[in-house]
Structure formats: structure tokens, C-alpha cells
């Protein structure tokens, strides 16, 4: 995962945080995931995107030339990919 690639989406956890700190919430973010896991709920900010539109290429003007891109927050991202 490019921890780079987007900072502080939508959680006001910026990834450098999480990319520095990963030892020591490691054990956290494990209890967060288990518990999640266990109750079958996902924390709705987890499933919270900020939509974007980014820009492909032709007239700038013209709204068929962005694609949406759905920002979510890391945690959510990372829950995505173990389940």
C-alpha cells in the first residue's frame, strides 16, 4: 500500500502516523479488527468516502473527462484487504 499516495482522507489519521507507528498500534488496531470481525460491524467511518473527481484527459470543461475516485480512510482500506 503507498502509504504516501493520500494523506489524512477522512479519519484525521495522516499515514505517516500509522506507517511510523506501526509497531505499537499494531496490537490496537488488531483488537479493533478482531472485535470488528466478531460482531460482524464495521465503524461507519471506515465505510466513509470522500469522492473525487480526477481528471483523464480532453476539455477540462467537459464533465465526461474525470473519473470519480473514492477516497476512504486507511483503517477502512486496511480492513478491506483482510476481509
Known amino acids: 500500500m503507498n502509504f504516501g499516495k493520500f494523506s489524512n482522507v477522512n479519519d484525521g489519521i495522516h499515514t ?3 506507517k511510523e507507528q506501526a509497531e505499537v498500534l ?3 488496531r488488531s483488537i479493533l479488527y ?3 470481525w466478531l460482531t460482524r460491524e464495521v465503524p ?3 465505510r ?3 469522492v473525487m473527481p480526477i481528471y ?3 476539455q477540462k470543461e467537459d464533465p ?3 473519473r470519480p475516485v473514492s477516497l476512504t480512510s486507511m483503517p477502512g482500506k486496511l480492513w478491506s ?3
Do not use: E, F, I
Request: aromatic share 8%; glycine share 8%.
Open 16 to 18: 505517516r502516523v500509522l
Open 26 to 28: 499494531t496490537k490496537p
Open 34 to 36: 478482531q472485535q470488528s
Open 44 to 46: 461507519v467511518d471506515w
Open 48 to 50: 466513509l468516502a470522500n
Open 56 to 58: 483523464k484527459k480532453g
Open 64 to 66: 465526461g473527462t474525470y
Open 81 to 83: 484487504r483482510s476481509s
